[in-house]
Protein backbone atom coordinates (compact mmCIF):
# COMPACT_ATOMS: atom_id res chain seq x y z
CA UNK A 1 0.00 0.00 0.00
CA UNK A 2 3.34 2.25 0.23
CA UNK A 3 2.65 4.84 -2.78
CA UNK A 4 5.18 4.46 -5.91
CA UNK A 5 6.63 7.46 -7.58
CA UNK A 6 6.14 7.79 -11.76
CA UNK A 7 8.42 10.05 -13.91
CA UNK A 8 5.62 12.12 -13.91
CA UNK A 9 5.53 15.08 -10.96
CA UNK A 10 2.63 14.40 -8.84
CA UNK A 11 1.61 11.28 -10.40
CA UNK A 12 1.94 7.99 -8.13
CA UNK A 13 0.52 4.21 -7.81
CA UNK A 14 -0.11 1.44 -5.54
CA UNK A 15 -0.07 -2.27 -6.09
CA UNK A 16 -3.59 -3.79 -5.74
CA UNK A 17 -5.17 -7.19 -5.43
CA UNK A 18 -7.50 -7.26 -8.88
CA UNK A 19 -10.72 -7.69 -7.82
CA UNK A 20 -12.36 -10.81 -9.61
CA UNK A 21 -8.88 -12.06 -11.09
CA UNK A 22 -5.64 -13.15 -10.23
CA UNK A 23 -2.37 -10.90 -9.46
CA UNK A 24 -1.99 -7.25 -8.63
CA UNK A 25 -3.06 -4.07 -10.58
CA UNK A 26 -1.68 -0.41 -10.12
CA UNK A 27 -4.01 2.03 -8.86
CA UNK A 28 -2.89 5.84 -9.62
CA UNK A 29 -3.49 8.89 -8.06
CA UNK A 30 -2.70 12.45 -8.27
CA UNK A 31 -1.25 14.88 -6.01
CA UNK A 32 -1.75 18.89 -6.34
CA UNK A 33 -3.19 21.76 -4.34
CA UNK A 34 -6.46 23.24 -4.15
CA UNK A 35 -7.15 26.52 -2.45
CA UNK A 36 -3.67 26.35 -0.64
CA UNK A 37 -4.28 22.43 0.58
CA UNK A 38 -2.91 19.08 -0.80
CA UNK A 39 -5.53 17.01 -2.59
CA UNK A 40 -5.30 13.62 -3.39
CA UNK A 41 -7.37 12.09 -5.99
CA UNK A 42 -7.78 8.92 -7.23
CA UNK A 43 -7.60 8.00 -10.95
CA UNK A 44 -8.24 5.11 -12.18
CA UNK A 45 -7.20 1.69 -12.20
CA UNK A 46 -4.49 -0.05 -14.58
CA UNK A 47 -6.55 -2.56 -16.04
CA UNK A 48 -10.05 -2.04 -15.66
CA UNK A 49 -9.63 2.07 -16.24
CA UNK A 50 -6.78 1.34 -18.47
CA UNK A 51 -5.21 3.93 -16.31
CA UNK A 52 -1.62 5.11 -17.47
CA UNK A 53 1.01 7.49 -15.79
CA UNK A 54 0.72 9.73 -18.93
CA UNK A 55 -3.37 9.82 -18.81
CA UNK A 56 -2.74 10.54 -14.72
CA UNK A 57 -0.71 13.18 -15.32
CA UNK A 58 -2.94 15.09 -17.95
CA UNK A 59 -6.05 14.48 -15.38
CA UNK A 60 -3.88 16.20 -13.34
CA UNK A 61 -3.08 18.92 -15.30
CA UNK A 62 -7.26 19.59 -16.07
CA UNK A 63 -7.73 19.76 -12.22
CA UNK A 64 -4.94 22.20 -11.85
CA UNK A 65 -6.43 24.37 -14.27
CA UNK A 66 -10.16 24.00 -13.10
CA UNK A 67 -11.55 21.79 -15.94
CA UNK A 68 -12.81 18.99 -14.93
CA UNK A 69 -13.90 17.49 -11.19
CA UNK A 70 -12.90 15.08 -8.70
CA UNK A 71 -14.79 11.81 -8.02
CA UNK A 72 -16.12 13.24 -4.82
CA UNK A 73 -16.95 16.41 -6.33
CA UNK A 74 -18.64 14.34 -9.19
CA UNK A 75 -20.50 11.90 -6.52
CA UNK A 76 -21.81 15.07 -4.82
CA UNK A 77 -22.86 16.86 -7.81
CA UNK A 78 -25.35 13.64 -8.64
CA UNK A 79 -25.97 13.37 -4.70
CA UNK A 80 -27.84 16.96 -5.45
CA UNK A 81 -29.57 15.88 -7.92
CA UNK A 82 -30.78 12.65 -7.03
CA UNK A 83 -31.94 13.14 -3.19
CA UNK A 84 -33.41 9.46 -3.59
CA UNK A 85 -29.61 8.56 -3.44
CA UNK A 86 -29.28 6.20 -0.66
CA UNK A 87 -25.52 7.16 0.65
CA UNK A 88 -23.75 5.50 3.85
CA UNK A 89 -24.45 8.77 5.46
CA UNK A 90 -28.36 8.78 4.80
CA UNK A 91 -28.38 5.35 5.81
CA UNK A 92 -26.84 6.59 8.97
CA UNK A 93 -29.28 9.11 9.53
CA UNK A 94 -32.13 6.67 8.62
CA UNK A 95 -30.23 3.79 11.00
CA UNK A 96 -30.22 6.05 13.92
CA UNK A 97 -33.81 6.71 13.38
CA UNK A 98 -35.14 3.29 13.12
CA UNK A 99 -32.89 2.03 15.94
CA UNK A 100 -32.90 2.45 19.97
CA UNK A 101 -28.93 1.30 19.90
CA UNK A 102 -27.03 0.79 22.80
CA UNK A 103 -23.09 2.93 22.87
CA UNK A 104 -24.69 5.38 20.45
CA UNK A 105 -22.30 7.92 21.92
CA UNK A 106 -19.32 5.36 20.92
CA UNK A 107 -20.79 4.55 17.14
CA UNK A 108 -21.60 8.38 16.99
CA UNK A 109 -18.05 9.10 17.90
CA UNK A 110 -16.60 6.34 15.38
CA UNK A 111 -19.20 7.24 12.66
CA UNK A 112 -18.23 10.76 12.82
CA UNK A 113 -14.38 10.68 13.25
CA UNK A 114 -13.98 7.38 10.94
CA UNK A 115 -16.82 6.38 8.58
CA UNK A 116 -18.47 9.77 7.31
CA UNK A 117 -14.95 11.03 5.98
CA UNK A 118 -14.31 7.95 3.42
CA UNK A 119 -17.42 6.65 2.84
CA UNK A 120 -20.25 9.38 3.66
CA UNK A 121 -21.02 10.56 0.02
CA UNK A 122 -21.19 6.92 -1.32
CA UNK A 123 -23.29 4.72 -1.83
CA UNK A 124 -22.37 0.78 -0.26
CA UNK A 125 -22.02 -0.91 -3.77
CA UNK A 126 -19.42 2.19 -4.76
CA UNK A 127 -17.30 0.87 -1.93
CA UNK A 128 -14.06 -1.09 -2.70
CA UNK A 129 -11.96 -3.14 -1.05
CA UNK A 130 -9.27 -0.59 -1.34
CA UNK A 131 -11.46 2.18 0.37
CA UNK A 132 -11.49 -0.14 3.68
CA UNK A 133 -7.76 -0.80 3.64
CA UNK A 134 -7.56 2.99 3.17
CA UNK A 135 -9.57 3.61 5.94
CA UNK A 136 -7.70 1.46 8.40
CA UNK A 137 -4.34 2.73 7.30
CA UNK A 138 -4.90 6.31 7.37
CA UNK A 139 -8.02 7.42 9.68
CA UNK A 140 -7.48 3.98 12.12
CA UNK A 141 -3.71 4.07 11.87
CA UNK A 142 -2.12 3.80 15.81
CA UNK A 143 -5.86 2.83 16.82
CA UNK A 144 -5.97 -0.18 18.88
CA UNK A 145 -7.57 -3.79 17.00
CA UNK A 146 -11.08 -3.03 19.10
CA UNK A 147 -11.53 0.39 17.79
CA UNK A 148 -10.88 -1.09 13.89
CA UNK A 149 -13.64 -3.89 14.74
CA UNK A 150 -15.96 -2.13 15.67
CA UNK A 151 -15.89 0.64 13.72
CA UNK A 152 -16.33 -1.95 10.63
CA UNK A 153 -19.07 -3.85 12.46
CA UNK A 154 -20.33 -0.37 12.17
CA UNK A 155 -20.39 -0.06 8.65
CA UNK A 156 -21.08 -3.46 8.34
CA UNK A 157 -24.17 -2.80 10.09
CA UNK A 158 -24.90 0.20 8.21
CA UNK A 159 -24.74 -1.56 4.45
CA UNK A 160 -26.85 -4.54 6.05
CA UNK A 161 -29.50 -2.21 7.32
CA UNK A 162 -29.53 -0.76 3.93
CA UNK A 163 -30.03 -3.96 2.66
CA UNK A 164 -32.82 -5.19 4.37
CA UNK A 165 -34.48 -2.14 4.22
CA UNK A 166 -34.36 -2.48 0.55
CA UNK A 167 -33.05 1.43 0.58
CA UNK A 168 -29.80 0.20 -1.43
CA UNK A 169 -27.77 -2.77 -3.00
CA UNK A 170 -25.48 -4.16 -0.81
CA UNK A 171 -21.56 -3.79 -0.61
CA UNK A 172 -19.89 -6.08 -3.48
CA UNK A 173 -17.32 -7.45 -0.82
CA UNK A 174 -16.98 -9.18 2.45
CA UNK A 175 -15.34 -7.04 4.99
CA UNK A 176 -12.76 -8.57 6.86
CA UNK A 177 -13.29 -7.80 10.43
CA UNK A 178 -9.65 -8.59 12.72
CA UNK A 179 -10.29 -11.09 15.66
CA UNK A 180 -9.61 -9.31 19.15
CA UNK A 181 -9.65 -11.46 22.42
CA UNK A 182 -10.64 -8.68 24.51
CA UNK A 183 -12.60 -10.57 27.26
CA UNK A 184 -10.49 -8.55 29.91
CA UNK A 185 -11.82 -9.88 33.31
CA UNK A 186 -10.83 -8.06 36.28
CA UNK A 187 -10.74 -8.36 40.14
CA UNK A 188 -9.56 -7.01 43.53
CA UNK A 189 -7.84 -9.09 46.69
CA UNK A 190 -9.52 -8.65 49.48
CA UNK A 191 -7.05 -6.34 51.53
CA UNK A 192 -7.31 -4.51 48.47
CA UNK A 193 -11.41 -4.11 48.03
CA UNK A 194 -10.87 -2.92 51.84
CA UNK A 195 -8.74 -0.24 51.46
CA UNK A 196 -10.73 0.93 48.66
CA UNK A 197 -13.76 0.94 50.52
CA UNK A 198 -11.78 2.87 53.41
CA UNK A 199 -10.81 5.82 50.79
CA UNK A 200 -14.56 5.80 49.65
CA UNK A 201 -15.62 6.22 52.97
CA UNK A 202 -12.93 8.95 53.74
CA UNK A 203 -14.06 10.56 49.83
CA UNK A 204 -16.09 13.97 50.04
CA UNK A 205 -17.98 13.57 46.50
CA UNK A 206 -21.67 13.20 47.18
CA UNK A 207 -22.25 10.19 44.67
CA UNK A 208 -18.82 8.82 43.54
CA UNK A 209 -18.30 6.61 46.49
CA UNK A 210 -21.94 5.43 46.59
CA UNK A 211 -21.83 4.67 42.90
CA UNK A 212 -18.68 2.44 43.43
CA UNK A 213 -20.20 0.64 46.41
CA UNK A 214 -23.46 0.01 44.14
CA UNK A 215 -21.55 -1.71 41.78
CA UNK A 216 -19.39 -3.68 43.95
CA UNK A 217 -22.58 -4.58 45.70
CA UNK A 218 -24.91 -5.37 42.61
CA UNK A 219 -22.64 -6.04 39.73
CA UNK A 220 -24.62 -2.86 37.82
CA UNK A 221 -23.02 -1.35 34.89
CA UNK A 222 -22.00 1.98 34.84
CA UNK A 223 -25.10 3.47 32.59
CA UNK A 224 -27.77 1.43 34.58
CA UNK A 225 -26.43 2.93 37.80
CA UNK A 226 -26.77 6.59 35.93
CA UNK A 227 -30.37 5.89 34.64
CA UNK A 228 -31.60 4.04 37.94
CA UNK A 229 -34.55 5.92 39.65
CA UNK A 230 -36.25 5.66 42.90
CA UNK A 231 -39.19 4.09 41.61
CA UNK A 232 -37.20 1.38 40.52
CA UNK A 233 -36.51 -0.02 44.02
CA UNK A 234 -39.17 -2.22 45.92
CA UNK A 235 -37.74 -1.53 49.03
CA UNK A 236 -40.67 -3.64 50.32
CA UNK A 237 -40.25 -6.79 48.26
CA UNK A 238 -36.62 -6.63 47.78
CA UNK A 239 -35.78 -5.85 43.84
CA UNK A 240 -34.20 -3.17 42.29
CA UNK A 241 -35.71 -2.93 38.11
CA UNK A 242 -32.88 -2.78 35.61
CA UNK A 243 -34.24 -0.59 32.77
CA UNK A 244 -33.46 -1.60 29.23
CA UNK A 245 -29.56 -3.22 29.95
CA UNK A 246 -27.22 -3.03 26.91
CA UNK A 247 -30.93 -2.25 25.23
CA UNK A 248 -33.03 -5.57 26.30
CA UNK A 249 -35.52 -5.68 27.89
CA UNK A 250 -35.98 -4.81 31.44
CA UNK A 251 -34.74 -7.26 34.58
CA UNK A 252 -35.27 -7.31 37.80
CA UNK A 253 -32.37 -8.29 40.34
CA UNK A 254 -32.14 -8.90 43.95
CA UNK A 255 -31.98 -5.95 46.70
CA UNK A 256 -29.16 -6.88 48.98
CA UNK A 257 -28.78 -5.72 52.28
CA UNK A 258 -25.48 -4.08 51.43
CA UNK A 259 -27.39 -2.15 48.18
CA UNK A 260 -30.46 -1.60 50.61
CA UNK A 261 -28.51 0.04 53.41
CA UNK A 262 -26.38 2.50 50.94
CA UNK A 263 -29.64 3.29 49.67
CA UNK A 264 -31.57 4.38 53.32
CA UNK A 265 -28.55 6.09 53.84
CA UNK A 266 -28.09 7.80 50.49
CA UNK A 267 -27.95 11.38 49.85
CA UNK A 268 -31.76 12.18 48.51
CA UNK A 269 -32.48 15.01 46.27
CA UNK A 270 -35.46 16.41 44.29
CA UNK A 271 -34.14 14.26 41.20
CA UNK A 272 -36.19 11.40 40.46
CA UNK A 273 -32.68 9.79 40.44
CA UNK A 274 -30.28 8.33 42.49
CA UNK A 275 -27.31 9.09 41.28
CA UNK A 276 -28.47 12.27 39.42
CA UNK A 277 -26.26 14.78 37.26
CA UNK A 278 -26.56 18.61 36.72
CA UNK A 279 -29.71 20.23 37.39
CA UNK A 280 -31.01 17.13 38.44
CA UNK A 281 -30.95 15.34 35.38
CA UNK A 282 -29.76 11.94 34.21
CA UNK A 283 -26.05 11.79 34.99
CA UNK A 284 -23.87 11.38 32.30
CA UNK A 285 -20.31 11.07 33.36
CA UNK A 286 -18.14 10.61 36.66
CA UNK A 287 -14.90 9.65 35.60
CA UNK A 288 -12.85 12.15 37.24
CA UNK A 289 -14.19 11.69 40.60
CA UNK A 290 -13.63 7.77 40.46
CA UNK A 291 -10.48 7.81 39.23
CA UNK A 292 -9.32 9.84 41.89
CA UNK A 293 -10.75 7.29 44.19
CA UNK A 294 -9.03 4.86 42.82
CA UNK A 295 -5.82 6.72 42.61
CA UNK A 296 -5.99 6.78 46.46
CA UNK A 297 -6.70 3.69 46.99
CA UNK A 298 -4.06 2.59 45.27
CA UNK A 299 -5.56 0.34 42.32
CA UNK A 300 -3.80 -0.06 39.43
CA UNK A 301 -3.82 2.59 36.50
CA UNK A 302 -5.69 -0.19 34.04
CA UNK A 303 -8.34 -0.89 36.89
CA UNK A 304 -11.90 0.55 35.12
CA UNK A 305 -13.62 1.93 38.57
CA UNK A 306 -16.52 1.11 37.63
CA UNK A 307 -16.75 -2.05 35.25
CA UNK A 308 -14.22 -3.86 37.61
CA UNK A 309 -16.34 -3.41 40.62
CA UNK A 310 -18.61 -5.55 38.29
CA UNK A 311 -16.07 -8.16 37.45
CA UNK A 312 -14.95 -8.12 41.34
CA UNK A 313 -19.06 -8.77 41.82
CA UNK A 314 -19.05 -11.43 39.62
CA UNK A 315 -15.69 -12.77 40.06
CA UNK A 316 -16.41 -13.13 44.35
CA UNK A 317 -19.62 -15.19 43.85
CA UNK A 318 -18.16 -17.27 40.84
CA UNK A 319 -15.30 -18.44 43.31
CA UNK A 320 -17.40 -18.79 46.08
CA UNK A 321 -18.64 -22.42 44.58
CA UNK A 322 -21.77 -21.46 46.33
CA UNK A 323 -23.25 -19.56 43.10
CA UNK A 324 -24.15 -21.84 39.73
CA UNK A 325 -23.14 -19.83 36.16
CA UNK A 326 -26.88 -19.29 35.16
CA UNK A 327 -27.75 -17.74 38.66
CA UNK A 328 -24.40 -15.11 37.73
CA UNK A 329 -25.71 -15.20 34.73
CA UNK A 330 -29.49 -13.50 35.63
CA UNK A 331 -27.81 -11.51 38.39
CA UNK A 332 -25.52 -9.76 35.95
CA UNK A 333 -28.48 -9.49 33.06
CA UNK A 334 -26.45 -10.94 30.62
CA UNK A 335 -28.74 -11.90 27.30
CA UNK A 336 -26.37 -15.31 26.96
CA UNK A 337 -24.52 -17.79 28.75
CA UNK A 338 -21.62 -16.78 26.39
CA UNK A 339 -20.65 -13.64 28.56
CA UNK A 340 -21.13 -15.29 32.05
CA UNK A 341 -18.62 -18.48 30.77
CA UNK A 342 -15.31 -15.83 31.37
CA UNK A 343 -16.20 -16.73 35.25
CA UNK A 344 -16.40 -20.28 34.69
CA UNK A 345 -12.41 -21.01 35.39
CA UNK A 346 -13.25 -19.24 38.54
CA UNK A 347 -16.11 -22.03 39.62
CA UNK A 348 -13.60 -25.02 38.14
CA UNK A 349 -10.81 -23.79 40.54
CA UNK A 350 -13.19 -23.88 43.41
CA UNK A 351 -15.14 -27.51 42.29
CA UNK A 352 -11.77 -29.16 42.27
CA UNK A 353 -10.55 -27.68 45.85
CA UNK A 354 -13.65 -29.39 46.87
CA UNK A 355 -12.80 -32.37 45.01
CA UNK A 356 -9.26 -32.50 46.46
CA UNK A 357 -11.05 -32.31 50.07
CA UNK A 358 -13.27 -35.24 49.39
CA UNK A 359 -10.09 -37.20 48.31
CA UNK A 360 -8.17 -36.07 51.67
CA UNK A 361 -11.39 -36.93 54.12
CA UNK A 362 -11.10 -40.59 52.13
CA UNK A 363 -7.26 -40.51 52.71
CA UNK A 364 -7.79 -39.70 56.60
CA UNK A 365 -10.53 -42.14 56.93
CA UNK A 366 -8.24 -44.90 55.61
CA UNK A 367 -5.46 -43.62 57.57
CA UNK A 368 -7.81 -44.32 60.36
CA UNK A 369 -8.85 -47.64 59.91
CA UNK A 370 -4.91 -49.02 59.72
CA UNK A 371 -3.81 -47.33 62.88
Known sequence: MARQKTDYPGVFFRDVRRIGGKGTERVYYVLYRKDGKLVEDKVGYQYRDRMTPAKASAYRSQRIEGKTQSRKEIRDAREAKDPERWTVDRLWQEYIAQKKLKGFRQDQSRYKNYLKPSFGSKEPKEILPLDVDHLRIRNLKGKSPQTIKLTLRLLQRLCRFGVEKKLCA????????????????????????????????????????????????????????FKLKWTDIDFDRGFITIRDPKGG???????????????????????????????????????????????????????????????????????????????????????????????????????????????????????????
Do not use: W
Request: one cysteine or more; hydrophobic letters at 35%; glycine letters at 6%.
Open 170 to 225: PITFKIEVPKVHNLKTEDLPQDQIKKLLDVIDADTHPQAGDVMKMALYTGMRRGEL
Open 249 to 371: PSQMIPLNEGARELLLNHIRTESNFVFPGRGGMQRTEIGKAVREIRRKAGLPDDFRPLHGLRHSFASGLASSGQVDLYTLQKLLCHKSPEMTQRYAHLRDETLKKASSLASDLVSAAMNHKTE
